[in-house]
């Protein structure tokens, strides 16, 4: 794994925010841009830490309970399983829709619609049990969860920060600030910014300029002034830890 110097070493505090929401919602630029691996890594950390953590995803597509509960591989079994395994995995995501599309359309295949109570209501059991509750969206920060609700909709409604996740590519410093600027335009609080490098490097040399790991360093130190004091980490392909790392209950 390659190191990035110039973002390590340090760890970084939000203040008084994550105290007053007990939880924080991650959503993305897109689709496929790394949101599960980010997720976890943050559950993982908060569970070293000796917090009891919930984890919820209002809804999927493109797989059953059956499939996840099989293939222990898809999103939702990937957070349970990172947060130790609490209450059920049914919980975890209880609206779950087979074809690979958008979840009202994958509802819509299967003669469903996607329950927007249910949304809202699928994470009260993770509230009252545990400290803290990693909420993980599906698609992008404007992504349908409904007919009626986006992400947004729904992290406003539950009253969370974002975790805003782009994938540690060419064109991640304009993704990424459109994202902010839109969430902060409809009132949301952006906690932290997170590159995720979700492709291995292949055969590039470190030297070259295209390098993943020099793009998702360059990109994080360019967001960095352009957002500051935003946090903004880095996730390495195939790393467990985000760095710097973020004290997500920090006083």
């Known amino acids: 794994m390659d190191k990035i110097p110039a973002l390590c070493g340090r760890s970084i505090t939000l203040g008084s925010l994550a ?9 993305g630029t897109d689709t496929g841009v790394g949101k599960t691996t980010v997720a976890v890594a943050i559950i993982r950390q908060l569970v070293l830490a000796g917090r009891r953590v919930g984890v919820y995803k209002p809804v999927g597509s493109g797989v059953s309970l059956a ?9 939702s079994s990937q957070l349970w399983e990172a947060a130790g395994r609490p209450l059920t995995l049914a919980l975890v995501c ?4 087979q074809a690979p599309l ?21 994470i009260l059991p993770w509230k009252k049990a545990f400290d803290f509750v990693v909420v993980e969206g599906a698609g992008g920060l404007f992504s349908p969860l409904s007919t009626d609700s986006l992400n947004v909709d729904l992290a406003r409604d539950l009253g969370l920060p974002l975790v805003l996740v782009d994938a540690a ?3 991640a410093i304009g993704r990424t600030l459109a994202a902010v600027t839109a969430a902060r335009a409809v009132g949301l609080t952006v906690a932290a ?11 590039q040399q470190p030297a070259d300029p295209a390098h993943p790991s020099t793009v998702m360093r360059d990109s994080a130190i360019d967001i960095r002034l352009r957002l500051q004091p935003l946090p903004v980490a880095v996730l390495a392909y195939d790393a467990h830890a985000i760095e710097p790392q973020i004290d997500w209950l920090a006083q």
């Open 94 to 97: 209880p609206q779950l829709f």
């Open 102 to 122: 958008s979840p009202p359309r994958s509802a819509r295949a299967e003669g469903k619609t996607v329950d927007d109570r249910l949304l809202r209501d699928g």
């Open 169 to 171: 590519r060419l064109g």
């Open 67 to 75: 499939q996840t509960e099989a293939m222990g591989s898809m999103d």
């Open 19 to 27: 105290m007053s929401n007990p939880g924080i919602f991650i959503t």
């Open 193 to 203: 910014v997170i590159l995720s490098q979700v492709q291995p490097a292949g055969n």
